[in-house]
């Protein structure tokens, strides 16, 4: 059997001078608004994964009121997740990501964030997708106001 789940995650740019992105650190005029590192790239990964396994999404399991969860690294999160994922007897068959940003540019990046995330998931680098689009100027990401990232993934019987 096969299980199917979409994830999406937005944070609010800040002060800084980088995002995390797919575990990654993105140099940035920037930095993001969150609870933990506010890594869009993991948290719609994460709730793809719940989604997928109909275990609710990651608020519930890292709840933003836990004090724990304050500046977390997000790999923790993904990690939480394919623990989970596996325990119910699946592994990856694939993710694909969509950050939607003006900036900072993704594609420079994209590799290493790939290669993170498929370290954390336990699984090939060809399983994992992780692309970029701006919105043309256009709504929150077009103003540079914050960033976005959505995520589907496949999970098989491991
Ligand atoms: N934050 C981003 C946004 C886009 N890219 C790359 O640029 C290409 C063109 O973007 P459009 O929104 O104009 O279609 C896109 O396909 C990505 O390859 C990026 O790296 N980072
Ligand atoms: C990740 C958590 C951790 O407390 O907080 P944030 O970093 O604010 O990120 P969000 O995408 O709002 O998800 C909720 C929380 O689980």
Same mark, same amino acid.
């Given at each position: 059997?096969?299980?199917?789940?979409?994830?999406?995650?937005?944070?609010?740019? *800040?002060?800084?001078?980088?995002?995390?992105? *797919?575990?990654? %650190? $993105?140099?940035?005029?920037?930095?993001?608004?969150?609870?933990?590192? *506010?890594?869009? $790239?993991?948290?719609?990964? +994460?709730?793809?994964?719940?989604? /997928?396994?109909?275990?609710?999404?990651?608020? %519930?399991?890292?709840?933003?009121?836990?004090?724990?969860? %304050?500046? =977390?690294? !997000?790999?923790?999160?993904?990690?939480?997740?394919? &623990?989970?994922?596996?325990?119910?007897?699946? =592994?990856?068959?694939?993710?694909?990501?969509?950050?939607? +940003?003006? /900036?900072? &540019? $993704?594609?420079?990046? !994209?590799? =290493?964030?790939?290669?993170?995330? #498929?370290?954390?998931?336990? +699984?090939?680098?060809?399983?994992?997708?992780?692309? #970029?689009?701006?919105?043309? &100027?256009?709504?929150?990401?077009?103003?540079?106001?914050?960033?976005?990232?959505? #995520? +589907?993934?496949?999970?098989?019987? #491991?």
């Amino acid at each position: 059997m096969m299980r199917i789940g979409q994830g999406f995650d937005v944070h609010i740019f *800040g002060d800084g001078d980088h995002v995390m992105l *797919g575990g990654v %650190r $993105v140099p940035h005029t920037r930095g993001v608004v969150a609870h933990s590192d *506010g890594d869009v $790239v993991i948290h719609a990964l +994460c709730d793809a994964i719940f989604g /997928a396994l109909a275990l609710g999404d990651i608020g %519930r399991h890292f709840p933003p009121s836990q004090e724990q969860w %304050r500046n =977390a690294n !997000s790999r923790i999160f993904l990690r939480h997740a394919a &623990k989970l994922m596996r325990e119910q007897g699946y =592994a990856l068959g694939n993710a694909d990501v969509t950050v939607i +940003c003006e /900036a900072p &540019k $993704v594609g420079p990046h !994209s590799l =290493a964030m790939r290669e993170a995330v #498929a370290e954390e998931l336990g +699984c090939e680098l060809d399983r994992i997708s992780i692309k #970029a689009t701006t919105t043309e &100027k256009l709504g929150f990401t077009g103003r540079g106001e914050g960033i976005a990232a959505q #995520a +589907c993934v496949l999970l098989v019987m #491991a």
